[in-house]
Nanobody, 122 residues
Framework: QVQLVESGGGLVQAGGSLRLSCAAS????????MGWFRQAPGKERESVAA????????YYTASVKGRFTISRDNAKSTVSLQMNSLKPEDTAVYYC???????????????WGQGTQVTVSS
């Protein structure tokens, strides 16, 4: 099993930056694909970024490509999401999640953090 705890959310002005971190515990982290998802009020949870177990491949949804960067440190059991040039439409609760499969589908992720709020003001 993997337990996940996100941090780093907050309120930022449009154009600003935030770095989300996800601390994992559990012996399967280093073999797990990791993903960041977000859910805005009234909307479905969507994939934002994903990374393979060794960081060799990454995925970004089109709306964040070029602005967000996902990374992981298996030695520290952490995965991060660097978010630059933030826009009001990035406002959402952000979740990190772990999966045995490199995927962008919510249903493929078995373990989820509690979420961290990101609010971008215009």
């Amino acid at each position: 099993q993997v337990q996940l705890v996100e941090s780093g959310g907050g309120l930022v002005q449009a154009g600003g930056s935030l770095r989300l971190s996800c601390a994992a515990s559990g012996h399967t982290f280093s073999s797990s694909a990791m993903g960041w998802f977000r859910q805005a009020p009234g909307k479905e949870r969507e994939s934002v970024a994903a990374i393979t177990w060794n960081g060799g491949s990454t995925y970004y949804t089109a709306s964040v490509k070029g602005r967000f960067t996902i990374s992981r440190d298996n030695a520290k059991s952490t995965v991060s999401l660097q978010m630059n040039s933030l826009k009001p439409e990035d406002t959402a609760v952000y979740y990190c999640a772990a999966s045995q499969t490199y995927s962008i589908r919510t249903r493929d992720y078995s373990y989820w953090g509690q979420g961290t709020q990101v609010t971008v003001s215009s």
